[in-house]
Nanobody, 121 residues
Framework: QVQLVESGGGLVQAGGSLKLSCAASGSFFRIYTMGWYRQAPGKQRELVATVTSAGSTTSADSVKGRFTAFRDNSKNTLYLQMNSLKPEDTAVYYC???????????????WGKGTLVTVTS
């Protein structure tokens, strides 16, 4: 069974940094695009950044220049380096990946359970 497990969240002061990790485990043929999403209290989930299997990235305008998403395919792990954090970055951060599980006929979307990031002013 494929699982995505996030780690690295916590409490940080504005201007600080955090690095999130998302490790994929289970039996699968391939991991395609991986991404980070976040959901702040009372708001809809929004895209933060994505990384393709080839390493191409996209990111939301709100985090450009501050957050960097990257992955280590040898470890099946996605990262999010967050710098210059702001209180408005406070949210639960979720990992998402398109994965072709070994027992499936096609790739499917998987989500982690999320990790909380709290930025204080």
């Amino acid at each position: 069974q494929v699982q995505l497990v996030e780690s690295g969240g916590g409490l940080v002061q504005a201007g600080g940094s955090l690095k999130l990790s998302c490790a994929a485990s289970g039996s699968f043929f391939r991991i395609y695009t991986m991404g980070w999403y976040r959901q702040a209290p009372g708001k809809q989930r929004e895209l933060v950044a994505t990384v393709t299997s080839a390493g191409s990235t996209t990111s939301a305008d709100s985090v450009k220049g501050r957050f960097t998403a990257f992955r280590d395919n040898s470890k099946n792990t996605l990262y999010l380096q967050m710098n210059s954090l702001k209180p408005e970055d406070t949210a639960v951060y979720y990992c998402n990946a398109e994965i072709w599980e070994s027992r499936s006929s096609r790739a499917m979307d998987y989500w982690g359970k999320g990790t909380l990031v709290t930025v204080t002013s």
